[in-house]
């Protein structure tokens, strides 16, 4: 298994540029062929961006594809096992993703930086930024054999996901993974784990805009009397 430890994401130029297209969650809601691109400016130092008078936001940059090579040839656009085009917005500087490796060497790759987006990215784009990422990668070695989706950790949480072209199969598949992390790495049963997910786990979906769509659970760490040492101090 491949971690990713995310040090720092750091914008390069003060700007960034949102296109709702005829894509997107309400693909009908702009005429047929138009971009609707906006370009919103932002301030590095302060972090924040101005998408309009009177309406700022604070940064979250993150990298949109964060992938090893997969078993065999897929679409770059379509999120899985390996990682992939996920979207999720809260890969950014302090959390680490893990990947199971699939080719010698892992063939990491990274790109689709964003300046912000929300969950969902629902007209299809996010703050489309350029942006400097700095990465670290540790190999935890046979650890990724009994994995079926990626997970991500921060100081706050635990991220279980699942993913499928149906979003009610994907919510499906990351509470199993819930279910699964629970039995695992605290020793719950089934049926308290699913008891665990539905009063303390929050499911969000991450993008709803690709093929593959994408649901995250947020297994808070604080319900745990204990948790394993984490890298990343604020």
């Known amino acids: 298994m491949l971690e990713i430890r995310i040090k720092a994401v750091t914008p390069r130029v003060p ?4 296109n709702a297209g005829d894509g997107g969650a309400a693909p009908d809601m702009l005429p047929k062929g138009s971009r609707g691109s906006k370009t919103i400016k932002y301030d590095i130092k302060g972090k924040v ?28 656009r ?40 929300a969950d969902g990215e629902i007209n299809g784009t996010a703050i489309e930024a350029s942006l400097t990422p700095v990465l670290q990668f540790i190999v935890h070695k046979g650890a990724g054999r009994a994995m ?23 919510l499906k598949e990351a509470a199993l993974e819930t279910i699964a992390f629970l039995q695992k790495e ?6 308290d784990a699913y008891s665990l997910a539905s009063i303390a786990v929050n499911y969000t979906i991450a993008e709803a805009v690709d093929a593959v769509q994408m649901v995250y659970g947020a297994i808070p760490k604080k319900i745990f009397g204990t948790n394993r040492e984490y890298w990343y101090r604020r």
């Open 15 to 18: 700007y960034g540029v949102n």
């Open 49 to 76: 961006a101005h998408f309009a008078p009177g309406i700022t936001f604070p940064l979250r940059p993150f990298m949109g594809i964060m992938a090893v090579a997969p078993e065999k040839e897929i679409s770059s």
């Open 78 to 117: 379509s999120p899985g096992l390996y990682g992939g085009n996920m979207d999720f917005n809260r890969l950014t500087t302090g959390a680490s993703l893990y990947l199971p490796v699939h080719q010698a060497g892992a063939l990491f790759y990274t790109g689709d930086s964003h300046a912000v987006q």
């Open 148 to 170: 079926k989706w990626p997970r991500a950790e921060d100081a706050d949480n635990y991220y279980v996901m699942g993913m499928d072209t149906d979003l009610d199969v994907a």
């Open 186 to 191: 605290r020793g719950l049963s089934a049926q």
